[in-house]
């Protein structure tokens, strides 16, 4: 029971355009929303979250988006880098539990062509 | 500041064995969460533990697996009689609170031959 889903396991972006990465949920218990960025032999490193209060947040060339109808989420990187060519994780919470039981989908690895 | 430290980075048991995985938090981090990553998978919640207490181990196996935070030292994963589905990566995380995000460490990859 997949309850965060990254439907796409890859995604290449030419270096300076737009990478979107998209997230579905199903719990509709989800309330607070997080993207993480892993690299190869690292632990996954915190990017940008969103609560379900809002439905943007933006953190200089990273900006989340969230349609709570839809339970949907996106990460809008712009412009890409090479540097931003690692494996991208969606993750979701209740936010009662605070953050500490996140729900994380399957990733999807983001290559940015130079 | 250090970051949330793992040890060992890498792990080789023969099954039965038993294997310990450690985890330091970030200075001043008081929870401490392990999460498990299988092949092709996502993170995988297991437990979640302040200093002494065990939070929430909902996401742990029922056998075989215990964790501990004791009031002094790293944080332990113990895995008792490893067999081969065990073989994974386990990534400990810390927080100062319930409000922070999460911080990692590299993980320790645990191969069960």
């Known amino acids: 029971d997949q309850q965060v889903k990254q439907n796409s396991p890859s995604l290449s972006v030419q270096e300076g355009r737009i990478s979107i990465l998209n997230c579905d949920y199903t719990?509709?218990?989800?309330?607070?929303f997080l993207w993480y960025k892993k690299y190869p032999a690292e632990g996954p490193t915190f990017l940008i979250s969103?609560?379900?209060?809002?439905d943007k947040n933006e953190d200089g060339r990273f900006t989340v988006f969230l349609n709570k109808s839809a339970k949907h989420l996106s990460l809008h990187i712009v412009p890409s880098q090479p540097g931003d060519s690692a494996v991208y994780f969606c993750?979701?919470?209740?936010?009662?539990?605070?953050?500490?039981?996140?729900?994380f989908g399957t990733g999807t690895r983001l290559t940015i062509i130079p | 500041n250090a970051g949330v430290m793992q040890n060992p980075r890498h792990l080789v048991r023969r099954r039965g064995q038993e294997a310990r995985l450690r985890c330091s938090p970030m200075k001043g981090h008081s929870h401490v969460y392990w999460y498990r990553q299988l092949p092709e998978e996502g993170l995988k919640f297991m437990v979640y533990l302040q200093k002494e207490n065990i939070i929430d181990e909902s996401g742990m196996p029922k056998e075989r697996f215990s964790a501990e935070f004791p009031k002094e030292g790293p944080s332990i994963l113990r895995i008792q009689q490893v067999v081969r589905g065990d073989s994974a990566a386990y990534f400990c995380a810390s927080s100062g609170d319930l409000n922070s995000p999460l911080h990692f460490g590299n993980g320790t990859r645990l191969t069960v031959t």
């Open positions: 969103i609560s379900s209060i809002k």
């Open positions: 719990n509709s218990m989800f309330d607070y």
């Open positions: 993750a979701a919470s209740p936010i009662l539990d605070g953050n500490e039981k996140l729900t």
